[in-house]
């Protein structure tokens, strides 16, 4: 039981956080923003720090050493994690923390060979396609078909709400080859290359201001070699690798990023003495500091070598429950100015509280959010009964 | 004590939210959004033909007579349905100001034609910085016949339709030290800049850059601009609170039509408990919202004192309705994250709304005030006097 | 629309303050308080003081004036409510809001000739025989059996959490006639003599300190003329009567009386100016502001002819939780002494906001409850599918 | 980093558990609320013996040389059965502060008998209307080799059944002008009165009426009381956060096991929604208490720094634990409102311990307080140093 940093952890986060400094300058913030992507970097700056992530060595810290991995605990790739949503970063999503280790698990040496070192040097974008118009919290529903034809499959469907499918490489593609009933059964994982004709994708722009992608596979013909795991059983596959992208999501660097930021601004205002904002802050440094010992604690079990399920959700719900109570403070705390935005006379942080607590709605619904999470927690922490 | 809508009352808000449900697409209130004007100006002539911008003032100046009640009610229909108007610029702030509290000359001048829907006005009290108007730092020196202006002024609604902006001052002249001054918006010296803002309303910063006026621009008597004041910003949060309610009625009802279609794991959403529960409270805020409005409308309306009331309605208000259209999305899930679903004109008006004329905490001070030194308006009318029982 | 009570009711709120303020004095709460009783006081006191408000003319208020009621509308009844609240009186409970509404709506003239005039005189008790062991929430499960024989039924059972069984002369009992399935059907309504044979009564401590009781039922005879309804439908009596028992519970005294309490002892320890607990009275006044329109809004509705059904479970949800609230920040408010019990030490207003905060866990439970009170708003006020 | 339980504290805690949910029934337990010692000391003899009363002395003295983690696990395991025992006054406060700060001759004299369990010994520091701390009005008066002791303490844990009581007092002869006395409890002028109060502690008013002690009452050095005490209630609030924890997970595991086994409408209780929501929100709320808590504790052992680790843990654990209890209630239903379901047991406990060593409102004052003028304390070790990017 320890609750600080050892010096090599804390060497680790000094590193990392002199990289992110010394990248993330003023003026990288001046030019590289983009109000139209999702974390509103420029797609091709995020890329490029991808592989600025892949040559610093952080993107294959926690694989085993026979796939270029750094073999570092969980506690390293949180710390990593705390950093980069401190620093506010790209790059670190379902390209580096999912699919990677998905592949791990599950995919044919064939497989791991033709892209884990790819994905470890930051060269490829993934689009997960998950969910579709009738498959949100319901995954199980979905409807997109993949039908064998020779050595092929031919998938045609639909995804929606499809984060960086307009900037990936390949797509991480659930598809349903077998039967409609029981629903999670004849689900199917596939690797497609988004290069392959019959892809198109459609923009939508989000109330967060950045745009989202709907994907339309129309005979889009995928090699047999691409497929993940066994066929009808991707179902397993899903499921197996949910925990791979909670514990990544559950990093507490958002939110103490958004404790510091309030901080700073009752300083700036001289107010670090109101009795009534000091009461306000103080619940929210307590439950910014649940937050991180939730994540640390996940790491610390994995690091121990056991297996945190519903515990990983946990920690995410935490996590973000914590940033929506941040987001809705931040706007009490700026009083008459929070509706104010980017650019405008006024707005302070250019707006980016208000940008926030439009942008982290979908903590409340998205990857289980918040009422699917309680459903988890109940079931498989506490045994309840369907 | 009879806490019902009166037949005409129910009729009126009946009438005016279907007329603002069907007034404009999402579509177009979208558009407008970024517009300098802000709103439709067909529209806001049908409102005024409809007798909602002469609503609230006497009939002898083209008014319908009738309260600040009524207007509450067509604020809240305004609302529910995320209708933009310069409603609140010209009935709420300046019209309502003038009729109150202008000197003659002013109110037979203007509002007439702002009942009418024929001139815009707006007022300019907030300045940068300096939301809480604790202090006033926009000047009126006095000149020979008149003053000159100067300071920067923020959150003014639909400075670019209005006529002319009833501005709030220093000016040494007056015993409270203030006064409120009618600037023609086209001024020598008169600059606007748009508020990138949440929400629909076009908001800006006005810059009074040595602007002359005559010395008739003054719009009170000397000594009366703070109680002016006082009452604009009481009405200002008691119809902001209306806006609100509104606003929480659209989400709720967006929510429960879409809780019943939706099917997930072949079930109604709206059959799920967790769903029911979240509604169930959204309802119950909702109403409790209203009540408090109501409550806040009505005393200012018949002319009581209602500092307790609005600040109540307004920090109610502030917190649950935001709070309730974040269920709203959380029920909703990904689709209503998409700007094509209207449930986001709520999301972001409710921000707005919250946010102007004091939020939650700004009131909820106001009432810790009271409260350390007025316990008896503290407390309100109806209480059975301190100290209790002594046990 | 009027905020304000008009002359009248004015008047009446007065004599109704002046009426419980002469009867309740210093004298009368130091000696006729017992902790073993549900609301504390003497059971023999409670008796006397209801005929007390029989006399007054407070019971039948609100009843056509045939039955001797005097017409007077749901404002009059809501604002004596609030004042016997307030005022924290015996007396207002089920015997006299309940049962002679339920008589009046579903008894026979026989029935309503038997048994109103003693209940407008407040000479009777009645015990409300619904909850079993088995049937709390789901009250449509009982099992308490009544078979016909000759011209009596029979009845055999057992009632649990039974509020005034064992000082009351009749029980408005449910028990089973008919069919076990579906469970709604076959049950009967019955006034049951509490002096009948083969009643037994058992006492039990709750953790609020007070005794509630369970009533055994063996082969105990009940005239014909006594069941209520017809036979078998006795779930529309109970269903069609819930308002009754509704609009009594959402009076708004109690948390008026709290939220008084609390500036009593603010103002008595100087800190009506501590901004902290001002930003928490501010919310709670306002909270309990809400809980009083709800309460007339509710009253107002009936006085204008309408019928709220779910607006009164809601106002009494409102009502509950806020006094859930004051409890909680009651404890909150008295620091280190708030576990302090009465008799105690330190014990600051004799050790009531403790003993509130363990009687109020009822409120979170009893008639339907926060959870059941959900569902019902949800059902039946928003139209949401079962 | 890592926050995980060592094989050897997950086992001791398993040990002090199962022993603890076996010592005494729940009506023994309940039977005990009222007594005058309000323990059973043939447990507290078993106790001792399994080496929990001298779990956190040295071995040297008796003890099993263990820290103040350990001793948090077992407070949290006596606290998730309900056990009463003299561990808080004996260990907890009196022993502990005489083997951190006692002068060499009561250290000597009293740890191992506190180890062994041979004596009880308590603490006697608040005091009646004035629980805070902020004014001592207890006062030894320097006497020819001694003190006169005058005053009235409170919040006086097992003062029935302890030999001596470690008494707070004003001393003109401390450069901090405050003194720790040792009082034996049954000199003259001592005087007891039991306080009636919720949960299962035997507390204490205690009245110092003139009571002459000797120069060698002193328990610390002078000018060593203050830091003394600032660490006395520091371990007091990290263990009465420890004893809530222990009482969120009984109440928790009864909630769940009522849940999977009561039926009503033909289904499991536990399979509603909003129950499952309700528990799966109290187990999220006990791990962050509890991850808390622990943070607190192992800073605490470590004698590092921990003013914002036992503010947080005590603040969140004395808010979320009663609203914990307070669900387990609503989702028990009528059942558990009898005194003869254990829920009660821990409803009460959870009111005690949250009101005892500052409850959430104080701690959150203290926070504030740090915030105010120690922001890098109030940020915490693990931060990344204000300002944020200036943007």
């Known amino acids: ?386 | 004590m009879d806490i019902t809508l009166t037949k005409e009352a129910d009729s009126l808000r009946s009438t005016a939210l279907a007329f603002a449900q069907h007034a404009l697409t999402h579509d177009r209130i979208r558009a407008l959004e970024g517009s300098d004007g802000g709103f439709e100006p067909d529209v806001w002539r049908d409102m005024a033909t409809m007798g909602w911008s002469g609503c609230v003032f006497p009939l002898e100046m083209g008014g319908a007579g009738l309260g600040l009640f009524e207007l509450a009610l067509i604020v809240e229909a305004c609302g529910q349905a995320a209708l933009p108007s310069p409603m609140f610029a010209s009935v709420v702030e300046a019209g309502m100001l003038l009729l109150e509290s202008g000197v003659e000359r002013h109110r037979a001048a203007w509002v007439p034609r702002i009942a009418a829907g024929d001139a815009i006005l707006t007022t300019a009290v907030f300045e940068p910085g300096n939301a809480e108007l604790e202090t006033v730092a926009t000047t009126a020196t006095p000149l020979p016949g008149g003053y000159r202006i100067d300071g920067t002024k923020t959150f003014v609604r639909d400075a670019a339709t209005a006529r002319a902006i009833v501005t709030l001052a220093r000016c040494p002249d007056s015993p409270d030290g203030l006064a409120l001054l009618l600037v023609p918006s086209g001024l020598r010296g008169v600059r606007r800049q748009r508020l990138s803002s949440s929400g629909g309303e076009a908001l800006w910063e006005v810059a009074f850059d040595g602007v002359s006026v005559p010395a008739t621009a003054l719009v009170t008597e000397p000594g009366q601009a703070l109680a002016a004041l006082d009452r604009l910003l009481a009405r200002g949060a008691c119809l902001k609170a209306a806006e609100l309610v509104g606003i929480g009625q659209a989400a709720l009802d967006l929510t429960v039509a879409y809780a019943k279609t939706r099917v997930q794991f072949e079930r109604p959403l709206g059959s799920f408990q967790a769903v029911q529960h979240h509604c169930a409270t959204m309802y119950r805020d909702l109403r409790v919202c209203r009540l408090l409005m109501w409550e806040a409308a009505a005393r200012l309306a018949a002319g009581q004192p209602a500092q307790r009331e609005v600040a109540m309605a307004k920090a109610k208000t502030s917190d649950a309705i935001p709070a309730l259209t974040r269920t709203a999305h959380q029920i909703h899930g990904a689709i209503a994250y998409y700007r094509d679903y209207p449930l986001e004109l709520y999301y972001t008006r409710a921000v707005a709304a919250a946010a102007a004329y004091g939020n939650a905490t700004y009131h909820r001070r106001a009432l810790a005030h009271l409260l350390a030194h007025d316990l008896d308006t503290f407390r309100g009318d109806i209480h059975h006097g301190l100290p209790v029982r002594p046990r």
Not at chain 1, 257 to 271: K, M, P, T, V
Not at chain 1, 314 to 340: I, N, S, W, Y
Not at chain 1, 358 to 377: C, E, M, P, S, W
Request: proline share 5%; with cysteine; hydrophobic share 40%.
């Open chain 1, 1 to 386: 039981m320890d609750f600080d940093l050892t010096a090599d952890e804390h060497a680790f986060r000094d590193e990392v956080c002199a990289f992110l400094t010394a990248e993330l300058t003023e003026a990288v913030w001046r030019t590289e923003r983009d109000p139209d992507e999702q974390g509103q970097w420029r797609r091709e700056f995020t890329k490029a720090f991808r592989r600025k992530l892949g040559a610093a060595g952080y993107i294959g810290m926690g694989w085993p050493a026979a796939y270029g991995g750094g073999g570092k605990s969980r506690v390293y790739q949180t710390i990593f994690a705390e950093e980069m949503e401190y620093h506010r970063a790209p790059g670190l999503d379902r390209s580096i923390t999912y699919v990677p280790n998905a592949l791990l698990a599950f995919g044919t040496d064939a497989q791991k060979a033709e892209f884990l070192p790819r994905i470890a040097r930051g060269e490829l974008s993934w689009f997960v396609g998950y969910s579709e118009p009738e498959a949100g919290s319901d995954l199980a529903n979905l409807k997109a078909r993949a039908v064998p034809d020779g050595s092929d499959f031919v998938v045609t469907g639909q995804k929606a709400f499809s984060s960086e499918a307009h900037m990936a490489e390949y797509c991480w593609l659930a598809a349903r080859t077998g039967p409609v009933s029981p629903k999670h059964r004849g689900i199917s994982m596939f690797i497609v290359d988004m290069q392959s004709p019959g892809i198109r994708i459609d923009r939508y722009p989000t109330l967060a201001g950045w745009t989202h992608h709907a994907v339309y596979f129309d005979a889009v013909r995928v090699p047999d070699a691409h497929l993940v795991g066994e066929i009808d059983r991707g179902w397993s596959v899903i499921m197996g690798a949910i925990d791979f992208e909670r514990a990544a999501l559950a990093a507490p660097g958002l939110v103490a990023f958004q404790l510091d930021r309030l901080l700073a601004h009752a300083r700036e205002q001289g107010r670090l003495d109101d009795p009534v904002l000091g009461d306000q802050l103080a619940r929210l440094a307590t439950e910014a500091e649940g937050a991180r010992l939730m994540s640390y604690w996940i790491a610390s079990l994995h690091a121990h070598g056991e297996m945190p399920q519903f515990e990983t959700s946990m920690a995410v719900l935490c996590k973000r429950e914590t940033a929506r109570l941040f987001d809705a403070a931040g706007l009490e705390m700026l009083g008459a100015f929070a509706p104010l935005r980017a650019g405008s006379p006024g707005a302070c942080f250019d707006g980016d509280i208000e940008a926030e607590y439009r942008d982290h709605l979908y903590f409340q619904f998205a990857a289980g959010g918040f009422d699917i999470t309680r459903n988890v927690i109940a079931h498989r922490g506490l045994g309840l009964p369907r």
